[in-house]
């Protein structure tokens, strides 16, 4: 069975700092891995995801992660946090090939950015 | 595009009963997803349903089910609602391996 670790319940950042919330999955097998993020009163939002390929991949807002095959690990990015980013973040896997199937999620990593 | 609707909002419902709630998939979306949220438990995968037909479960006892029509739109069923099923059941519907999720239907139990 799969499993997501997000090691951070909760961040609170100042504007302009730098940002990277930690995931690490377990799992034998390929996987696809996504970040979703929920804004304070709004529904789940993919910001970004990893099929194959060139293991750093770009999201919406300015976010990015990198796919660490070696240490199980999608780690999200962002070098200057504003204000907006306020949210909580989920970081989710399922298992390639096997057609879409359920995601497994993180509990989630509730970010706080300060003006 | 319009997005993934569900339905209703929110309702409360006693220890025992049954209970319907309601994912209508974005246009052209053929597979449909059900996650719960429940309080401490985080987003926990139930049910997947693609071109009508039930292709995988999570950890759930049998009394959560559901079904897709010929529209792909999705119910899913709570059947002896207990205590512990008060949460938040999210759908979400699928293009190309991306899962688009609604805003969710809030059920309490009491």
């Known amino acids: 069975a799969q499993s997501v670790s997000q090691h951070n319940h909760h961040v609170i950042l100042s504007e302009a700092a730098s940002l990277e919330l930690g995931c690490n999955y377990s799992y034998g097998g390929t996987v696809n891995l996504f970040w979703y993020v929920q804004y304070p009163g709004q529904h789940l939002q993919l910001l970004l995801k990893?099929?194959?390929?060139?293991?750093l991949v770009k999201g919406i807002k300015g976010f990015e992660a990198e796919f660490i095959k070696s240490k199980f690990s999608f780690n999200l990015r962002k070098p200057s946090v504003q204000w907006s980013d306020t949210a909580e973040y989920f970081c989710a896997v399922n298992e390639a090939g096997g057609g879409a199937d359920g995601l497994t999620f993180g509990k989630g990593t509730h970010l706080i950015i300060q003006p | 595009e319009a997005g993934v609707t569900q339905s209703p909002t929110h309702l409360i419902k006693t220890r025992g009963q049954q209970v319907t709630l309601r994912c209508s998939p974005i246009s052209g979306h053929t597979s449909v997803y059900w996650y719960q949220q429940a309080l401490g438990l985080g987003l926990q995968f139930l049910l997947w349903?693609?071109?009508?037909?039930?292709?995988n479960r999570g950890n759930f006892p049998p009394r959560f089910s559901g079904r897709q029509f010929p529209n792909y739109s999705s119910e899913l069923n709570v059947n002896a609602l207990e205590l512990e099923d008060s949460a938040l059941y999210l759908c979400?519907?699928?293009?190309?391996?991306?899962?688009?999720f609604g805003p969710g239907t809030r059920l309490t139990v009491t």
């Open positions: 979400a519907s699928s293009r190309a391996g991306e899962q688009y």
């Open positions: 990893y099929f194959s390929g060139d293991p």
């Open positions: 349903y693609d071109e009508g037909e039930e292709r």
